[in-house]
C-alpha cells in the first residue's frame, strides 16, 4: 500500500523552470541537483518510495524535501544553517590568540622556531587568554585571516650569535652608492 505524502507540492511555471534548471546543471553540487529532482518529482504526485528508489536515496531524504519545500519553497533547498557550537570566544579573546601567535615561541621561553597546534593552545590556556581550547579550534581562527606561523622566514630575521661575521664573509663590506662604506644595517650591528 502506497501511502500518499501530507505534503503536496504545486509549481509554478517559474518554479519548474528554475528547478528544471538546478536539476540538470552538472556544475552544481550532487545534492542540490538531487533535491531539485525530488521536488519536481514530487510535484508529479509521485509517492517518497518511488522518487527514493528512481533517485537512489532514501525516503526520510525524499520527505525531509519534500517537507522542508512545502513550507519554505525554492529557499527551502538550500542548506539550513549547520548544528553545533559557533562563535565560542568573544573576538577580543581571538584577537589575543592571533596575536599570541605572531610572537616567536623563543620570546616565551620555548625553545621552538614555530608554534605547532597543540603549543599554541597550551600557550593560550597558560597566559589565561582562555580557560581551555583545543589546537585545532585555534589553528582554525589563525586560518580565518590566513596567519601562517609555520611560514616564518627565518632567514630574514637571523637568529646566529656570529650571523654579522657569517654574513660578512658572503656579502662583503656594504657599499654607498657614492663609493663609501655604509654603516651595517640595524640587525647586522645588534647581533654582530
Known amino acids: 500500500m502506497v501511502v500518499a505524502s501530507k505534503y503536496r507540492i504545486e509549481l509554478s511555471e ?17 545534492r542540490e541537483v538531487l ?5 519536481l518529482l514530487a510535484s508529479e504526485g509521485r509517492s ?13 531524504s525524499v520527505g525531509k524535501w519534500r517537507r522542508r519545500y512545502c ?3 525554492s529557499p ?3 542548506r ?22 605572531c610572537e616567536l615561541p623563543a620570546e616565551s621561553g620555548r625553545p621552538l622556531s614555530r608554534w ?11 597566559r589565561g587568554i582562555v580557560c581551555s581550547i583545543s589546537g585545532q579550534t585555534a589553528w582554525r581562527y589563525l586560518a580565518q585571516d590566513a596567519i601562517r606561523p609555520w611560514a616564518w622566514r627565518s632567514w630574514i630575521f637571523p637568529r646566529a650569535p656570529n650571523f654579522a661575521e657569517k654574513a660578512g ?11 663609501g662604506q655604509a654603516a651595517a644595517p640595524r640587525r647586522l650591528r645588534d647581533l654582530g
Do not use: W
Open 14 to 30: 517559474a518554479e519548474e523552470r528554475e528547478l528544471r534548471r538546478r536539476a540538470g546543471q552538472y556544475t552544481r553540487s550532487h
Open 35 to 39: 533535491r531539485a529532482r525530488i521536488v
Open 48 to 60: 517518497n518510495a518511488e522518487i527514493a528508489r528512481r533517485l537512489d536515496c532514501t525516503e526520510k
Open 71 to 73: 513550507r519554505r519553497a
Open 76 to 78: 527551502g533547498l538550500m
Open 80 to 101: 539550513s544553517r549547520g548544528r553545533g557550537v559557533r562563535g565560542r570566544f568573544p573576538p577580543a579573546q581571538v584577537a589575543e590568540i592571533k596575536a599570541l601567535v
Open 116 to 126: 605547532s597546534a597543540a603549543e599554541l593552545a597550551q600557550q593560550a590556556v597558560a
Open 169 to 179: 664573509r658572503v656579502l662583503g663590506p656594504l657599499r654607498t652608492p657614492l663609493g
